[in-house]
């Protein structure tokens, strides 16, 4: 197999997923990369959400905020660097580390089987629970009422994904570029509903007049890892030990006190 033809089969293998959107170098993995190395460069260039409070969202100064925000500079600190986050958007997370622009994603990423074959999870440090949300006035109570709606999401989300596979034939499913997007479509009359997680229902419901919408179903469970690149093993043992000895001390416990106002939830090892 040339080059060129491994390049493309790359490429070919990330737009099935969905990851390929905006991408136009493709570059090779990086040499292994360690704790040393990063403490060696002084700083550790971290990808994150800004669009998906509390988890992550932009403060007064319009700098990265939340609950990763907190878990991304917990992580620096703790090793003994300087935190430089990047925002990223759902579709370009995994693109913008695979060809290396960020060292490691803090970007409320869901462990799926199809991301694993693309990328590294450390052990959970977050979770999510993802919802259809939508008018009241909308009856929908099972995924065969699917039929007929517009239901709006993030694209190349987990809430994406678990729609597509869920929706019966005659289902729209309009795809935005982030979760704000799809929340403002379904605030214009644009979608009945969108499917995302129960803190941006809780936003939608701040924002909208009192008994509009509410939650449909529970679409999904999901548990979000922090994610490095294939054949990093040192470093994702790193990353691990980070997260276990955080939620050991506590450390976890008081981010997710303050950003979700409850205790860190009781999360795999694996």
Not at 10 to 30: C, D, E, K, M
Not at 171 to 179: A, H, L, V, Y
Not at 214 to 240: F, T
Request: hydrophobic share 40%; with cysteine.
């Amino acid at each position: 197999m040339t080059r060129t033809t491994t390049r493309r089969a790359a490429l070919a293998s990330l737009a099935s997923l969905g990851l390929g959107a905006g991408l136009t170098v493709f570059a090779p993995f990086a040499s292994a990369q360690s704790v040393a190395d990063i403490k060696k460069k002084g700083e550790i260039t971290i990808g994150m959400l800004v669009d998906f409070p509390p988890y992550g969202t932009t403060n007064a100064q319009n700098q990265p905020d939340g609950y990763d925000a907190d878990v991304a500079r917990l992580l620096a600190k703790d090793w003994g660097v300087k935190a430089n986050i990047v925002p990223v958007t759902g579709p370009n997370r995994i693109p913008f580390l695979l060809t290396n622009k960020v060292d490691l994603l803090v970007a409320s990423l869901a462990i799926t089987p199809e991301r694993a074959k693309q990328v590294d999870f450390s052990i959970p440090y977050a979770a999510a629970t993802v919802v259809l949300y939508g008018a009241k006035k909308v009856d929908i109570k099972a995924a065969s009422d699917f039929k007929g709606k517009r239901l709006g999401v993030a694209r190349a989300s987990v809430q994406d994904v678990t729609l597509t596979g869920m929706a019966p034939e005659g289902t729209e499913i309009r795809r935005f570029d982030d979760d704000a997007s799809a929340m403002q479509a379904m605030l214009s009359g644009q979608v009945d509903a969108i499917g995302c997680s129960t803190t941006v229902a809780a936003q939608i419901a701040k924002r909208a007049p009192q008994d509009t919408y509410e939650q449909k179903m529970v679409l999904r469970q999901q548990v979000m890892g922090i994610v490095v690149r294939p054949g990093q093993a040192e470093l994702k043992r790193a990353v691990d030990d980070f997260v276990t000895r955080n939620k050991a001390n506590g450390e976890l416990n008081k981010l997710y006190q303050k950003w979700l106002g409850t205790g860190f939830p009781s999360l795999p090892n694996s």
